[in-house]
Structures are given as structure tokens and as C-alpha cells.
């Protein structure tokens, strides 16, 4: 069995990766800038990458990219690869999915999927504790950070526990096949996240409320438009109440999932530029 780990860069797809080796299973990691002769090329706008990627590979790791995905399951199917692990997003569950910006991408790729003759694990996951890492600008050098919805509540997944699941599903758990919405096990609004983050760094992180139109222009900065709206739409009702707890890696796996906390310890050094840690 040969895993093909697309995104093997990125946080998850690191962790995955890791994982695997650490499990002695063979695997191929991908890139779209390959570093060295372990990580061979794939870019799904180049459809001459995919064969020579997916060649003797019977599983795939993958990130929802559309671009040039169709191709790439008909490639993955003509090689015989037999399971794809799929990193989608808890917003395809959106009503409005086919036109939300933050959903649409993923939407495409699970439909690719499903339509295949492949076995598909899809992982939703909703908000990332990573996510949290915007904030480190401002934290670190002891500036308030500004939200337009301090008490939005989110139940920020663990990229560790994704990583769990991913590997469960690829070394053959019962839950290979299957579709999960994610979440962290707690409900925590962004204030309270900051207060866990400035009591691991022994001082007070100021959050200073800004207005929807002052959002939307810091948005702007990194975001397209639309995504900017949806973005902000999501966080303003996210202030009505806890965030749901979906399936966690305790009710998949039988093992509690990461709680924020101790995300934020283990990433402490990012948020600590000007402040001596505990």
C-alpha cells in the first residue's frame, strides 16, 4: 500500500504524513514546488503531473482544489488507486453551497468524488484552532486585536485530531468510506480563546470591538470580496449562542479530542515575540 499525500506542506497534510512514516507505511508526498527526490510534482492545473504522482499509489490524501480535479479522479481511477481521504469543509452543508464562496470549492471536489468509482472518506471540518494564528501579529507585539464579533463562538478543530482521523481512515478503521462533519469537543467566542492565549502568556491580550465596515477593509487585504462577506456573515451569527459539537476524534476513534488550550501551548512561541512565557 503506497499513500499519496497531497499538501504535504501544510499542517494536516504534515501531520498525516508523519504518521505514516512513523506507522513504516510506504508513501509518496506531493507538491507543487518538490523539494527533493521523496516529493514528486502535482499540480491540479497541470494534468501531465498526475499520472506519474498516482502511479502504484492505492490511496490518496487530498485537499479540496477544483481546478483540474475531474481529470485528476479519472487519472487516479485509470492507476488504480482505490481510497481517497478527502479535507473538506463543514460549509458545503450551507443552504446556499453551490454559490457560497467559502463552500463552493470544496462542494466541486466532493461531487468529482462521488460520481467516481472510488472509495471516499470525507472529513468537514469547521473552524481550525490554527485559525487563531492571525492574531499573533498584534499579541506579539502587545496591541489589542481588533474583531468585529469578539463573541463569535466556534468549537475550533485540532489539526492533530484531523490528522488522527485521516490516518485511521487510511490504515483501514471502520470509519474508511464514511462522510463526518468535525469539531473540536468545546464551544469557546474568540474573546475567550484570547483570554486562554494571554493567561499562557501572563498578560492581558486586549480585544477592542471594531465596526462590520472596519472588518471588511483588514479583510479585503488577504480576501476577495465575497469570501470577505461570507466571512464576516458567518461570525455574526455565530454571536447567537455555542457552536454545535459535531463528531469529535471521542466519538470516531474513542479518544478525547485536543482542546484549544493546549493548541495554544504548543504554539505559544508564535504569540510570544515581546513576552516571557510560563
Same mark, same amino acid.
Do not use: C
Given at each position: 500500500? $503506497? &499513500?499519496?499525500?497531497? *499538501? ?12 505514516? +512514516?512513523? !506507522? ?5 508526498? %506531493?507538491?507543487?514546488?518538490?523539494? *527533493?527526490?521523496?516529493v514528486v510534482?502535482? &499540480? ?6 498526475? %499520472? ?22 479519472? $487519472?487516479?481511477? =485509470? ?20 454559490s ?7 462542494l @466541486? &471536489? ?6 467516481? *468509482?472510488?472509495?471516499?472518506? /470525507? ?6 484552532? !490554527?485559525?487563531?494564528?492571525a ?9 489589542? /486585536?481588533q474583531? =468585529? ?21 487510511? $490504515?483501514?478503521?471502520? @470509519? ?13 467566542t474568540?474573546?475567550? +480563546? ?12 486586549? &480585544? ?22 461570507? #466571512? ?19 466519538? #470516531?476513534?474513542?479518544?478525547?479530542p485536543r482542546?484549544?488550550? +493546549? ?16
Amino acid at each position: 500500500m $503506497t &499513500v499519496l499525500i497531497t *499538501g504535504s506542506r501544510g499542517q494536516v497534510g504534515s501531520a498525516v504524513r508523519d504518521r505514516l +512514516q512513523s !506507522g513504516g507505511h510506504a508513501l509518496r508526498a %506531493a507538491s507543487s514546488r518538490p523539494d *527533493g527526490p521523496e516529493v514528486v510534482e502535482l &499540480v491540479l492545473s497541470k494534468p501531465e503531473t498526475f %499520472a506519474p504522482a498516482l502511479r502504484g499509489v492505492s490511496q490518496v490524501f487530498l485537499y479540496a482544489e477544483p481546478d483540474g480535479v475531474r481529470e485528476f479522479v479519472r $487519472t487516479a481511477e =485509470a492507476e488504480g488507486v482505490e481510497h481517497v481521504v478527502l479535507m473538506s469543509s463543514s460549509a458545503v452543508l450551507a443552504p446556499d453551497a453551490e454559490s457560497h464562496p467559502l463552500a463552493r470549492t470544496h462542494l @466541486l &471536489v466532493e461531487r468529482a468524488l462521488e460520481e467516481s *468509482g472510488l472509495t471516499v472518506t /470525507v472529513l468537514r471540518p469547521g473552524a481550525f484552532a !490554527g485559525n487563531a494564528l492571525a492574531w499573533s501579529h498584534a499579541i506579539g507585539r502587545g496591541q489589542p /486585536v481588533q474583531l =468585529a464579533y469578539p463573541d463569535a463562538h466556534v468549537a475550533a478543530v485540532h489539526g492533530d485530531d484531523l490528522a488522527d482521523l485521516a490516518y485511521a481512515a487510511l $490504515t483501514g478503521h471502520w @470509519l474508511a468510506g464514511g462522510t463526518y462533519t468535525l469539531s473540536g469537543g468545546e464551544s469557546l467566542t474568540f474573546r475567550e +480563546q484570547l483570554g486562554i492565549i494571554g493567561g499562557l502568556l501572563g498578560r492581558e491580550v486586549v &480585544v477592542e470591538t471594531i465596526t462590520r465596515a472596519e472588518a471588511e477593509e483588514q479583510l479585503a487585504a488577504y480576501l476577495p470580496p465575497a469570501a470577505v462577506t461570507a #466571512l464576516l456573515d458567518l461570525w455574526a451569527d455565530s454571536t447567537a449562542g455555542p457552536a454545535p459539537i459535531d463528531d469529535t476524534t471521542m466519538t #470516531l476513534l474513542g479518544t478525547p479530542p485536543r482542546t484549544f488550550e +493546549q493548541w495554544a501551548r504548543e504554539n505559544l512561541t508564535a504569540f510570544a515575540a515581546q513576552s516571557a512565557l510560563r
